[in-house]
């Protein structure tokens, strides 16, 4: 993986998409968009599952264990192979996170006593947070590009971004079906944006963001038991004109303030859209 650069334009592996944000362009994913789509057996992420750690008390140069954390989670994304997991302690990270590696699982956690705990809800305090805000290169909070497979974000916050978390990847007939779960999003001008063929967005909790979740390619999402709070829109479906929406599910959400926005839904391409008990 190339060394992450703020503000350096290149092309992604999605044809005719500038990533404005990152200089990936010498990363084989940046130029095969089929690398990382593989599929890990059990035994290879049992292989793989290295812990690290970071912590707002980290270094960059030190180990990334619990004893010995990282600075960043840059850093620990950066050193991080398939299966590994990375569990962020609380406090407020000041950066912008760009992802490219595949089945990692990227946590906020916390230490009671001498247990450490995952966070799994939206709800849970004190906590890790993510904000871009004073880095100069506010734009994205988190971007996944081209690693969606296997990938599970949990127990953060994300805020202060134009777009919190971004998740952009191959439209097929296999989703690679991301998890994001237990995350609060708030104060972004969009906290959401997916392009990419389907995943599971649950049990989070969206508050006071100008747009709280956008879709540009809807296909085989589930977006399940989340809390949108603010004047702003809470899920919208933009320039779904060639991929649609075929297997699209929201169920179980909570909508105060925030409602649905339809844009640019073109024909049939709304066929499999299910909504319900929201």
């Known amino acids: ?9 290149i092309q992604s592996a999605r044809k ?15 130029l095969n968009p089929r690398v990382g789509a593989v599929q890990l057996t059990p035994a290879q992420q049992q292989e793989n599952n290295r812990q690290w750690y970071v912590s707002t008390q980290g270094k960059a140069e030190q180990s990334g264990t619990l004893q010995d954390p990282l600075l960043s989670i840059q850093e620990a994304v950066d050193r991080s192979k398939p299966g590994d997991i990375i569990n962020v302690l609380p406090g407020r990270y000041k950066e912008s996170v760009l992802v490219q590696e595949t089945h990692l699982t990227l946590r906020g956690v916390r230490i009671e006593g001498e247990k450490l705990v995952p966070i799994l809800s939206p709800e849970e305090h004190p906590r890790p947070i993510i904000d871009p805000s004073e880095t100069g290169t506010h734009e994205q909070a988190l971007f996944l590009q081209d690693t969606l497979y296997g990938m599970t974000i949990s127990g953060l916050t994300i805020e202060g971004a134009l777009t919190g978390l ?36 649950r049990n989070n909790h969206f508050k006071d963001n100008d747009v709280a979740t956008t879709f540009r390619a809807g296909n085989h999402w589930h977006v399940l038991r989340n809390e949108f709070h603010g004047p702003g829109a809470g899920v919208v479906f933009s320039m779904l004109i060639t991929h649609g929406l075929q297997g699209f599910t929201l169920e179980e959400n909570r909508f ?16 499999g859209l299910q909504i319900s008990n929201n």
């Open 1 to 9: 993986i190339e060394r992450y650069r703020p503000n350096r334009p």
């Open 16 to 30: 005719g998409y500038i990533d404005p944000y990152f200089d990936v362009a010498k990363s084989k994913r940046a």
């Open 166 to 201: 971004t998740v952009i990847g191959r439209i097929d007939d296999v989703p690679p079906e991301p998890v994001i779960e237990g995350i609060l999003f708030q104060h972004n001008q969009k906290a959401f944006d997916a392009d990419c063929g389907g995943g599971v967005l």
């Open 256 to 271: 105060k303030g925030a409602g649905i926005y339809v844009d640019s839904l073109h024909g049939r391409h709304g066929a």
